[in-house]
T-cell receptor, first 111, second 116 residues
Framework: QKEVEQNSGPLSVPEGAIASLNCTYS??????FFWYRQYSGKSPELIMF??SNGDKEDGRFTAQLNKASQYVSLLIRDSQPSDSATYLC???????????WGAGTKLIIKP | NAGVMQNPRHLVRRRGQEARLRCSPM?????VYWYRQLPEEGLKFMVY????????ESGMPKERFSAEFPKEGPSILRIQQVVRGDSAAYFC??????????????FGPGTRLTVL
């Protein structure tokens, strides 16, 4: 069974702090890892992808991948109230390149 | 606008009617994915299609639901004899021919189906 696990939250973080979102996956051979953000009532939008072990930074966002431990995380620095959303982790686990989705973590940034 | 298009954005049906949801992928994208999302729940994969071919329909209910992606025109998700439990947001996503490091999906705005 191919699975992607996320803590559903809500995760509450004060404005200006670092928000840390975690995701674990079941298939050691997984290839590609994505973080999507979904505001309430809207469609998911891609914010980061990572393919190699280590860190990848894009503005206030940093994705971290550890294939040996089978987890991927997303750090949001200097959190803003506009970052309040559900963050979805998605992983490609097979040769069809189909995404397997986590259930999402609801993030709340408190002013 | 070269994004993923879905229509209608909102659809209201009475129990027993048919719902037909359309999705036009981004220009240059040949692969389409349909997802369902119930209120306050995560995305549930339904079906994965490329032109004239269903790649994976393991997430789609065996009865009343069907999907197609013809050679010409949009992808269609069809729900026959709708029931109240079909009320949800239905998202379509598209990707180019997927290969390693080129497999992200781009989402349309969704169709919100309400069954009365």
């Amino acid at each position: 069974q191919k699975e992607v696990e996320q803590n559903s939250g809500p995760l509450s973080v004060p404005e200006g702090a670092i928000a840390s979102l975690n995701c674990t996956y079941s298939d050691r051979g997984s290839q590609s890892f994505f973080w999507y953000r979904q505001y309430s009532g809207k469609s998911p939008e891609l914010i980061m992808f990572i393919y190699s072990n280590g860190d990848k930074e894009d503005g206030r966002f940093t994705a971290q991948l550890n294939k040996a431990s089978q987890y991927v995380s997303l750090l949001i620095r200097d959190s803003q109230p506009s970052d309040s959303a559900t963050y979805l982790c998605a992983v490609v686990m097979d040769s069809n390149y189909q995404l397997i989705w986590g259930a999402g973590t609801k993030l709340i940034i408190k002013p | 606008n070269a994004g993923v298009m879905q229509n209608p954005r909102h659809l209201v049906r009475r129990r027993g009617q048919e719902a037909r949801l359309r999705c036009s992928p981004m220009k240059g994208h040949s692969h389409v994915y349909w997802y369902r999302q119930l209120p306050e729940e995560g995305l549930k994969f339904m079906v994965y299609l490329q032109k004239e071919n269903i790649i994976d329909e393991s997430g789609m209910p065996k009865e009343r639901f069907s999907a197609e992606f013809p050679k010409e025109g949009p992808s269609i998700l069809r729900i026959q004899q709708v029931v109240r439990g079909d009320s949800a947001a239905y998202f379509c996503a598209s990707s180019p021919w997927p290969r390693e490091e080129n497999d992200e999906q781009f989402f349309g705005p969704g169709t919100r189906l309400t069954v009365l």
